[in-house]
């Protein structure tokens, strides 16, 4: 009697990364808004009269209800109920709304607002979280900083469950396959929302000569829109597929609280949990100021008005130029072929070289971290597939911090010393900026595979939660006490362009010296326990 073998969409290598291309475009749209405020953070302050401190803990509010609200753990448990493709369009929406949220707040039809003069006169005084040191909002702060973050802790929830949710879908269409690879690629398509945004973002606020910090935020919403209609389209290839391997969306055996207490009681667990948040602490954080900050340490002149690099027609060609580097660095490792991928590596590679000089041309410090990204998206997909035949994931953490702390204390040390050399400083800028972008994708590429093997399928959802949850704690930390540290060390200065970062930067590199330390401790937990972690995804 023969039996037929019926194949299911998950089977079909298309259709798998088809649905990887949905969630990780989804993913792409939400890194732009995140940081869409970063790259004019100086905007802010001379159009808005946001300073350090306002802007800092505006940023860090994305994270608030998910730390103290426990907002990610409700997320992980919905997800584990309700399942992958729902959770999936409700994360996009509830970003959508916080978008909307904080647009408004930063627009001119926000100033002289009814909804203005209340933001001015309440919420100077948050009972217990005042007391705590935690508020998301303080006496003095800009009503317009108080509302845009009131959206961006709406947008955030989203954010985060859309985050969890993404690497459950991964999980559930590449289990046993190519499954480090597709989270890092995942991982490399979104953080070209990065650059996206460090280009774009200065682009609209600055269109046709007049500032507008709102022109910004509205398309980072309109982009949000996007990514709604990309969860809908991946709601009903994730429902095709249950239909064809019979699976439930919701969990066959009902949550209990009592699974989590087998998550939290795994020193493997939270090895890896503690390793993200001082991780991810030192590098989303830093994000937001980078642009800042290089403005404070390089020598940049404004091309003269009227000249091709001061147009906005280079922004254009700019962007083209970047997406030439993604997609060809990308795809050259997926050919076989040895003449095709050393021709799109080379290419990926020329392209670089001209959008690096083209950003010095510009003297623009947005499109000089727009580079962040782009080794990411090369060697990740290369460090994804090693992880899967080879491992060595623990040994990548390692590895990522190193290079993290090298980094910023170059930022912190080295870069300040070619202030008043324009190629030098730009030069040693563009170098550690694509260093730092490559240790950022040794994370995806190790950290999150790695999760499944620690613990059980039923509740992964509520352990990328955990993680998530943890690692927000961090999140929101951050950026608050960058803000302080950087108004403390900088005492009556007004001028956005001429802060000192020293201080921050030391504090993000200590970060990596404790990611560092964990992670060497992991790889003696993983060698005595047998956690697996070393060990490949595919198995021979």
Not at 143 to 164: L, R
Not at 387 to 398: E, N, P, R
Request: aromatic content about 12%; charged content about 15%; some cysteine.
């Amino acid at each position: 009697m023969t039996q037929t073998i019926q194949k299911t969409l998950r089977d079909s290598a298309a259709m798998r990364w088809t649905a990887l291309l949905l969630l990780a475009l989804a993913m792409f749209c939400s890194y732009i808004f995140m940081d869409i405020l970063s790259p004019i953070k100086d905007l802010m302050l001379s159009e808005r009269g946001w300073d350090s401190t306002a802007f800092g803990t505006m940023q860090g509010s994305e994270v608030f209800l998910n730390v103290f609200a426990f907002f990610l753990i409700f997320a992980g448990i919905i997800l584990d109920k309700m399942g992958v493709r729902f959770t999936a369009v409700l994360s996009a929406a509830v970003m959508l709304v916080g978008a909307c949220i904080k647009w408004y707040a930063v627009s001119d039809a926000f100033i002289g607002s009814n909804l203005e003069q209340w933001f001015t006169e309440n919420l100077n005084y948050i009972p217990i979280f005042d007391e705590l040191g935690v508020s998301p909002f303080y006496a003095g702060m800009p009503a317009s900083a108080k509302f845009a973050a009131t959206g961006f802790m709406v947008f955030g929830c989203g954010c985060e469950m859309a985050g969890i949710t993404v690497s459950r879908g991964i999980v559930k269409w590449f289990k046993g396959r190519e499954m480090a690879l597709a989270m890092g690629s995942e991982m490399a398509l979104a953080r070209l929302g990065v650059a996206t945004c460090m280009i774009f973002s200065p682009f609209f606020a600055r269109l046709g000569g007049q500032v507008s910090v709102s022109r910004s935020v509205a398309f980072g919403v309109v982009l949000m829109c996007i990514a709604l209609i990309m969860t809908i389209v991946y709601f009903f290839m994730d429902k095709k597929l249950d239909e064809q391997t019979g699976e439930a969306e919701e969990a066959d055996d009902p949550f209990r609280i009592s699974d989590l207490g087998k998550i939290l009681t795994d020193g493997g667990f939270w090895l890896v949990a503690l390793l993200c948040v001082l991780y991810y602490s030192a590098i989303f954080p830093f994000q937001k100021y980078a642009v800042n900050m290089l403005q404070c340490n390089l020598t940049l002149t404004v091309p003269e008005e009227g000249s091709f690099w001061a147009s906005e027609t280079v922004t254009y060609i700019q962007y083209i130029v970047m997406l030439i580097v993604a997609a060809a660095g990308f795809a050259s490792n997926f050919q076989k072929n040895l003449s095709k991928r050393y021709t799109l590596l080379a290419l990926s590679i020329i392209s670089l070289v001209a959008y690096c000089y083209m950003g010095y041309m510009r003297q623009s410090a947005e499109t000089v971290f727009a580079v962040f990204p782009l080794l990411a998206v090369l060697i990740t997909p290369i460090l994804g597939s090693y992880v899967d035949h080879k491992g060595k994931a623990a040994t990548m953490l390692v590895l990522g911090s190193l290079l993290l702390i090298a980094c910023h204390l170059t930022f912190a040390f080295v870069l300040p010393m070619f202030k008043g050399n324009a190629v030098g400083g730009i030069i040693i800028a563009y170098l550690t900026i694509l260093v730092l972008g490559a240790s950022f994708s040794l994370v995806p590429a190790s950290l999150w595979p790695s999760v499944p093997k620690l613990v059980d399928s039923k509740v992964i959802g509520s352990a990328y939660a955990l993680i998530f949850w943890i690692q927000n704690i961090g999140l929101w930390l951050f950026p608050l006490l960058i803000g302080k540290v950087l108004d403390k060390s900088n005492p009556g200065v007004t001028d956005a362009t001429q802060l000192d970062y020293t201080h921050p930067l030391v504090m993000l590199a200590c970060l990596g010296v404790a990611a560092l330390l964990l992670g060497l401790l992991l790889k003696v937990v993983d060698r005595k326990r047998g956690l697996g972690l070393e060990e490949p995804n595919i198995k021979d």
